[in-house]
T-cell receptor, first 114, second 114 residues
Framework: NAGVTQTPKFQVLKTGQSMTLQCAQD?????MYWYRQDPGMGLRLIYY???????DKGEVPNGYNVSRLNKREFSLRLESAAPSQTSVYFC?????????????FGDGTRLSIL | GENVEQHPSTLSVQEGDSAVIKCTYS??????FPWYKQELGKGPQLIID?????GEKKDQRIAVTLNKTAKHFSLHITETQPEDSAVYFC?????????????FGAGTRLAVHP
């Protein structure tokens, strides 16, 4: 039982390149999330998907797009990478239901934009 | 907007001592407060959570207390061990913007010295 799996673990891009970060969960969770983590700022929500077929913007969506491919997979795309998008990206999932259910995180993708 | 403030940002203790991390939140409707531990190179891992219908919850050496009136919650780690060294994040559920979301504190880097 792998939980939440993110690929790749590390990536270096040049400004203007595009990139898709992959996330898959095997816990049969309904909701999935993408966060970015920057020093001293905790985790900030980029996009989320409450259920298969739906996606919505979070706190910092600009410069990103997402696809909920099926119940297991939720991808994050950078169409034209910028240095400000250098960060660690975390995917999380949660069983649907009351808001007081925990989110489970992957181990992150460390992305550097030169 | 909603926010969660976390203190201290760094905490250094001797092995065997206790560690306390404090958080305050702004959304009076928040009813769920998880704590996450993040080790180097890993994603945040849920260690304990508390819901608004209880004031305290314990799990072995860790405990969380909640004061809804003051909008304040704390993590207590007793008999600290070197393996407790990590970054700890508090979070609270927020309800603005049309969706439930976790608002994270900025994190506390805990160092336990042998």
């Amino acid at each position: 039982n792998a939980g939440v799996t993110q690929t790749p673990k590390f990536q270096v891009l040049k400004t203007g390149q595009s990139m898709t970060l992959q996330c898959a969960q095997d816990m049969n969770h309904n909701s999935m999330y993408w966060y970015r983590q920057d020093p001293g700022m905790g985790l900030r929500l980029i996009y989320y998907s409450a259920s298969e077929g739906t996606t919505d913007k979070g706190e910092v969506p600009n410069g990103y797009n997402v696809s909920r491919l099926n119940k297991r997979e939720f991808s994050l795309r950078l169409e034209s990478a910028a240095p400000s998008q250098t960060s660690v990206y975390f995917c999380a999932s949660r069983l649907h239901g009351p808001s007081n259910q925990p989110q489970h995180f992957g181990d992150g993708t460390r992305l550097s934009i030169l | 907007g909603e926010n969660v403030e976390q203190h201290p940002s760094t905490l250094s203790v001797q092995e065997g001592d206790s560690a306390v991390i404090k958080c305050t939140y702004s959304d009076s409707a928040s009813n769920y407060f998880p704590w996450y531990k993040q080790e180097l190179g890993k994603g945040p891992q849920l260690i304990i959570d508390i819901r608004s219908n209880v004031g305290e919850k314990k799990d072995q050496r860790i405990a969380v207390t909640l004061n809804k009136t003051a909008k304040h919650f704390s993590l207590h780690i007793t008999e600290t061990q070197p393996e407790d060294s990590a970054v700890y994040f508090c979070a609270a559920i927020g309800f603005s913007g049309g969706y439930n979301k976790l608002i994270f504190g900025a994190g506390t880097r805990l160092a336990v010295h042998p």
